[in-house]
């Protein structure tokens, strides 16, 4: 049995979510061949699929379940079933006896607080259920009612219920406006949530322009993963790639949230010369390959982009550092520490 066969049997609604690299929705079919062996996981994360399973009955509203899952994957990317298998087991005894303690599902995982509050607030919204008071005080400090350094109240919740209801109530503009003004917190969590998300052409044009303010007044590492993220959807490809090279043209890409941000939520751009670029920062990032081990393998994970990254390796306009890189790396993998 399958979880998609066990949630068949229940006549549930069910709405199944990719958590890794961003949070998007997956086809109950791609999720049902994944579970069948008979497709890879289309964006592994870490050697891993972190899902969001919400289910509820119609019938009975204000009642749903959520499980937040953590399937291990192949060298193929593949589903490994046996772990996928103890958790069927654990939900079964826990539908069997739901009043007896069953301790932690095998593979249950719990996301982080922005992305658990972007998850709630798309459930919410799927439920038909109106948006929380917190959604109240966000849209009243995005439009500069309460003042802009009075963020402090706010809640992720709120922001997040903003985000995820952009095309409704005019928030798209709302965000697009405020964007100038926030200071850089309220807008870095904005700019978190926003990378699930496609921003219109009018509110990428807002973002981009409070990406130029920020990078001529010294800008952090923090800010620049947070405009990294916020940008990785946007419907110009060429202006999206532009920003994110001057993102990595930047003293502070070399951190290591800057790094890991772009690895995990620009993936689609990481190629030729951008990818190149990407590269040297990272090999600038430490001295011990600590990051550049990691973040490198992940990456050659990802449907297409192996081949992009050995590309890389070989171009002869490579520095004497990134050089040096590769070949750490190219160690660890014949001493079968990284695949």
């Given at each position: 049995m399958t979880i998609s066969q066990l949630l068949a049997q229940t006549a549930a609604q069910v709405r199944i979510f990719d958590m890794g690299r961003r949070i998007s929705q997956l086809s109950q079919q791609d999720f049902a061949e994944f579970e069948q062996l008979a497709r890879p996981h289309p964006t592994p994360y870490l050697r891993h699929a972190w899902l969001g399973i919400l289910s509820w009955q119609p019938e009975q509203?204000?009642?749903?379940?959520?499980?937040?899952?953590?399937?291990?994957?192949?060298?193929?990317?593949?589903?490994?079933?046996?772990?996928?298998?103890?958790?069927?087991?654990?939900?079964?005894?826990?539908?069997?006896?739901?009043?007896?303690?069953?301790?932690?599902?095998?593979?249950?995982?719990?996301?982080?607080?922005?992305?658990?509050?972007?998850?709630?607030?798309?459930?919410?919204?799927?439920?038909?259920?109106?948006?929380?008071?917190?959604?109240?005080?966000?849209?009243?400090?995005?439009?500069?009612?309460?003042?802009?350094?009075?963020?402090?109240?706010?809640?992720?919740?709120?922001?997040?219920?903003?985000?995820?209801?952009?095309?409704?109530?005019?928030?798209?503009?709302?965000?697009?406006?405020?964007?100038?003004?926030?200071?850089?917190?309220?807008?870095?969590?904005?700019?978190?949530?926003?990378?699930?998300?496609?921003?219109?052409?009018?509110?990428?044009?807002?973002?981009?322009?409070?990406?130029?303010?920020?990078?001529?007044?010294n800008a952090s590492a923090a800010d620049l993963a947070a405009f990294a993220r916020g940008l990785s959807q946007s419907i110009n490809l060429d202006q999206r790639r532009a920003l994110l090279q001057a993102i990595l043209a930047h003293p502070a890409a070399t951190d290591i949230e800057v790094m890991a941000s772009v690895a995990s939520r620009c993936w689609h751009d990481l190629e030729g010369d951008t990818l190149l670029q990407y590269l040297e920062c990272l090999a600038q990032t430490d001295e011990q390959g600590q990051a550049f081990m990691p973040l490198v393998s992940d990456l050659m994970t990802l449907p297409g982009k192996r081949e992009h990254v050995l590309t890389a390796f070989r171009s002869p306009q490579r520095s004497a550092r990134l050089s040096e890189a590769i070949g750490q790396l190219m160690a660890q993998v014949r001493q079968g520490d990284v695949q």
């Open positions: 509203p204000g009642k749903h379940n959520i499980w937040f899952l953590k399937l291990p994957l192949d060298e193929q990317n593949l589903l490994q079933p046996g772990p996928r298998d103890a958790f069927l087991q654990h939900w079964l005894r826990v539908v069997e006896a739901p009043d007896k303690e069953h301790g932690e599902a095998p593979c249950a995982y719990k996301p982080d607080a922005n992305r658990m509050a972007y998850f709630h607030a798309l459930a919410a919204k799927l439920l038909q259920q109106p948006g929380s008071q917190y959604y109240t005080t966000a849209r009243a400090y995005l439009s500069g009612d309460t003042g802009w350094d009075n963020w402090q109240g706010v809640g992720l919740q709120g922001l997040a219920e903003v985000v995820a209801r952009m095309e409704e109530e005019g928030n798209q503009a709302l965000l697009r406006d405020a964007m100038a003004h926030m200071p850089a917190v309220p807008r870095n969590v904005v700019l978190g949530f926003l990378e699930n998300t496609i921003p219109s052409h009018e509110l990428t044009l807002a973002i981009n322009d409070r990406l130029a303010e920020v990078v001529k007044n």
